[in-house]
């Protein structure tokens, strides 16, 4: 599909969503799923990091994670591994790949799509402020994190100041997602699962049930390598 404004005629908007999946579970999957339904998006691609720069390293090996987002999001058509960080090796920068992306898709739409709690700290990211000239950044909600224009609360007001800053500035209308390559900041409301991938850790550190939290195949997978114990 392709969308036209000015003359611009632009390709269907792409989601970007980077993680640790160490392991990936339906907090991860759920969210993309409505965010790719309500923005129209093409595909989303889940890119999982070599080496998060925030977070400690991950406690299972590059091939494993690859392996548990393979099988996680195999039957889900709208949703495409893309194993880019794990190639460049280093430390997975989120403005590299977006460039790298940018080389691949020049007329796309970006959407770079991460939870509130990411959002927050944007600005400890690596040339965070370049962000925008690569990719749209859409946050969804997360549990422990609430935002509602409507009722009056709203988590912004706790944000720092140059975050509500960098937000206030650049929030947009979900129309002009697709009617630019990059540049805007939306908010989306989507189902809240309160799931981490600490807590799933924890869980089968103490050999209790993840079922539920995560899809079959990848509990099937943590098995079978008997990871996390
Ligand atoms: P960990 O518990 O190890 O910190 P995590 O469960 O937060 O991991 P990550 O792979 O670090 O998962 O998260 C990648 C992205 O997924 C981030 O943008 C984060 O906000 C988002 N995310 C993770 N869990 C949820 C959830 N339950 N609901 C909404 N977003 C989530």
């Not at 980077?18 to 595909?43: A, K, M, Q, S, Y």
């Not at 991460?114 to 859409?138: K, N």
């Not at 309160?194 to 939290?213: E, G, P, Q, W, Y």
């Amino acid at each position: 599909m392709a969308i036209s404004d000015n003359k611009q005629i632009y390709k269907q908007a792409i989601g970007v969503y980077g993680g640790t999946f160490d392991p990936i579970h339906f907090g991860h999957l759920r969210p993309n799923l409505e965010l790719c339904e309500v923005l129209g998006l093409e595909h989303v691609r889940f890119v999982p990091a070599f080496l998060p720069p925030h977070k400690e390293n991950p406690q299972t090996s590059v091939a494993q994670r690859l392996e548990m987002v393979e099988l996680a999001i195999r039957d889900e058509a709208h949703f495409v591994l893309d194993d880019r960080e794990i190639k460049r090796e280093g430390a997975s920068y989120t403005i590299d790949t977006l460039k790298s992306l940018r080389l691949d898709f020049p007329d796309t739409p970006l959407c770079l799509l991460m939870g509130m709690d990411a959002f927050a700290s944007i600005d400890s990211w690596y040339h965070w402020q370049e962000i925008l000239d690569y990719a749209h950044i859409v946050v969804s909600h997360r549990p422990g994190s609430s935002f509602n224009e409507h009722v009056g609360f709203n988590e912004i007001q706790l944000w720092p100041d140059v975050i509500q800053d960098f937000y206030q500035t650049h929030k947009a209308d979900r129309a002009s997602i697709h009617h630019s390559l990059s540049g805007k900041i939306r908010i989306e409301p989507v189902t809240q699962l309160s799931i981490s991938a600490t807590d799933i850790r924890n869980r089968l550190k103490n050999k209790h049930s993840v079922r539920f939290l995560m899809p079959e195949a990848v509990i099937n997978l943590i098995k079978y390598y008997n990871l996390y114990t």
